[in-house]
């Protein structure tokens, strides 16, 4: 079946999975990909994410944790007071604390009239699930896709500013890194190298596009549009490229699991695993 969404523990020797045709149920994997157990959610799962002793699952406008022993649901998190409509991106830090990545959706039918929340990231207790930061609107250009602890910062994949902002785990906002990559969709840190992915040229924002470039003329693309979404980019915590792996399918996603970098690739609803040696 298609993978659709995927998360790795962080001993990298336990994955969970969804797939295409069942994603409100998580499957637990050892590294020989043998399901360990099963996990079965109100609703689709947007993404996971591991503690040492909990999975936590993005549903819809609903942050779920579980108890990896018993698979029972622990703590729930939905905020309704500021109206963010969606969770996607979910990562845990060394302090105890889940970031989540929260999206608005300006049409939504409960305002009176439009608010400027635009997405930002919501910190909450990695035990209650009870919020304790909510930080970084008005930073992004645009959608946010991506997040990553890496030391003690967050980077956040700022999709229509074509860069990575780094906060620190309190909230506040550090800088910008810019690079070789385009427009960010994923990213995760292992011994000391960030990898990213991006999203597919033709599906770009076309607000910071390169000069030149002409949407419905694939002739006037760079090269870089025309590879955008079909490599894996292998980063310094600075930004710097240190190796650029293509691929001849989109790549949707990526988790180190089994001490290999496993990647998602192919197109929506015929996506597979693939696996890279030597990180």
């Not at 994955?15 to 998580?26: L, R, Y």
């Not at 785990?169 to 550090?174: Q, S």
């Not at 990559?181 to 040229?201: D, Q, V």
């Not at 792996?245 to 609803?269: E, M, Y």
């Amino acid at each position: 079946a298609s993978v659709f969404k995927m998360a790795a523990h962080p001993s990298v020797d336990t994955m969970a999975i969804t797939e295409q045709n069942s994603s409100n149920a998580i499957s637990i994997l050892d590294p020989s990909f043998q399901q360990l157990r099963r996990i079965i959610t109100p609703s689709y799962v947007v993404s996971m994410c591991f503690s040492e002793d909990r999975l936590f699952a993005c549903t819809c406008g609903t942050l779920i944790s579980y108890c990896l022993e018993s698979s029972e649901e622990v703590a729930r998190f939905n905020e309704e007071e500021l109206d963010y409509t969606a969770y996607y991106g979910v990562v845990v830090g060394p302090n105890g604390l889940v970031y989540v990545n929260a999206f608005f959706d300006g049409d939504s039918e409960v305002l009176e009239q439009p608010v400027d929340l635009s997405e930002a990231i919501v910190a909450l207790d990695a035990v209650t699930l009870e919020q304790r930061l909510h930080f970084g609107r008005g930073v992004f250009d645009g959608e946010v896709y991506g997040l990553a602890v890496v030391g003690d910062e967050l980077y956040v994949g700022d999709r229509s500013g074509r860069s990575i902002r780094v906060f620190s785990l309190a909230g506040e906002h550090l800088r910008e890194i810019k690079g070789d990559w385009r427009e960010p969709s994923s990213l995760a840190y292992y011994h000391n190298r960030l990898y990213l992915t991006e999203k597919m040229g033709e599906g770009e924002e076309w607000r910071g596009a390169d000069e030149g470039e002409d949407p419905d003329d694939e002739e006037t693309w760079s090269e870089g549009k025309k590879s955008a979404g079909k490599r894996i980019f292998a980063l310094t915590p600075e930004g710097e490229t240190l190796q650029v792996w293509p691929t001849d399918r989109p790549v949707a996603n990526l988790v180190v699991f089994g001490r290999k970098l496993i990647a998602q690739v192919g197109v929506f609803g015929a996506r597979e695993l693939i696996a890279l040696k030597g990180i």
